[in-house]
């Protein structure tokens, strides 16, 4: 969380009016509910990208609702930090919550949270860093909302340096080229920064091909290899195809170098772009609309966000049908996986950092209570085994690899059924965490969200004295006005 200081320190977002039919979103349905007696099973990656509430919260801030394609409600809970306990040891490098609570929008169900939480490591601590800064300086970042911050959220980097860490710069526009070779000065990277401006067109893939090869010539075995690309996302030179760029990346990744996408601007921005490339490089996505998001982004998270403590993070929650009749996972649409995907260690999924948290929520419906949907005529009674664990209303597992195995390993939790017949209304961080879901669903057109508006949004997240929970309370009674108050 920042401190209060920093409140005080706020600069609001350079707010742009802007027309969201130019930009790209590849939104996903919301996830539909599942019936435990015929898919007991769900399976997910893990997701620390926080990019959806940053943009979420620059159309808000204009004025504007934003498309419903641009919603993804495990970024917005996710933005936020939760008080989960540390890690007990670093076997395991993050503890595991569970905990139930009444749901405040369905008086028939229950709302599951899981909470990861990374372990943080001291500066002395982090392996040296390889930084390849790629930054696209095309004419469409010419504009205060796009290059100018591109800088200062660089610079701001540059000044988290560790003795070991190196920094290079590729630009791109018409064509890529190196403008720093590899070096540990954070004058020198500042005055490249600084001279830097903005025209042509957008030979993005160009960029990326030459920013891994400077990464590959300055590999550090052991360190952290990552090409930090900021851009608009306007590929519109070179190598644009987006699966071409997927399988460039990919082929990178499995070599030990990972990408980072920062977004910035508005008008023609490609979230689709950023966001995809950003999963497929094991890296993450973040979008930043204010010089407080830059210091946010990559000064107080950046540090620990490039130091991966756990790879192909993988969730799989299996659900007694003799106690749980329904579910349906809030967010995480983009993020699924087929159930036989959970024990293959080829599959690829989401990476922890140090310090990092998780946070995934089920909507679920006991069994004998009424659910979305209606009893089946020729429906299964739940088998014996169901059964036989009544004490257990669902089994929660973790896959996960350590920053240098290739074997994963597996973690589990029980959900005991006791925890559903001992909820009651969610408070706290619990409160908080719901109240974001509940935001972001009414965003993104949840039919499922009953009569829920705005106002109750407001009620549950509370009086809340943290500066970006604050924010959030705002947000949401902006979001509300726009809807007419609901």
Known sequence: ML??????????????ATDPGRERYEGEEVSPVKLASAEPVSTFSVDVDTGAYANMRRFVSAGQLPPQAAVRTEEMINYFRYDYPRPQSRDVPFSITTDVATTPWNENTYLMRIGLRGYDIDRAERPSANLVFLMDVSGSMNSADKLPLVKTALSGLAGELGPQDTVSIVVYAGAAGLVLEPTNSTAQIRRALSQLSAGGSTAGGAGLELAYNIAEDNFIEGGVNRVILATDGDFNVGVSDRDALIEMIEQKRDSGITLTTLGFGTGNYNEAMMEQIANHGNGNYAYIDSALEAKKVLGDEMSSTLFTIA?????QVEFNPAVISQYRLVG?????????????????????GAGHQVTAIYEVVPTGTRGWIAPRRYEDRPTSEAERRMAEAAHVKLRFKLPDGE????????????????????RGDFAFAAAVAAYGQLLRGDELMKDFTHVDVGELAGRQSNFLRQEFVELNALAGSMRGGG
Do not use: C, H, W
């Not at 401190?3 to 742009?16: E, F, G, M, N």
């Not at 983009?334 to 036989?340: I, K, Q």
């Open 332 to 352: 995480y649409e983009n993020r699924a996986l087929r159930e036989e995907d959970f024990d293959n260690d080829a599959v690829d999924a989401g990476d922890i």
């Open 3 to 16: 401190p209060s200081k920093q409140a005080r320190a706020y600069a609001p977002p350079v707010v742009v």
């Open 311 to 315: 790879k192909d993070v993988k969730i």
């Open 407 to 426: 074997t994963s390993r597996l973690v589990d939790r029980v959900v005991a059924s006791d925890a559903l017949m001992d909820a009651q209304a969610p």
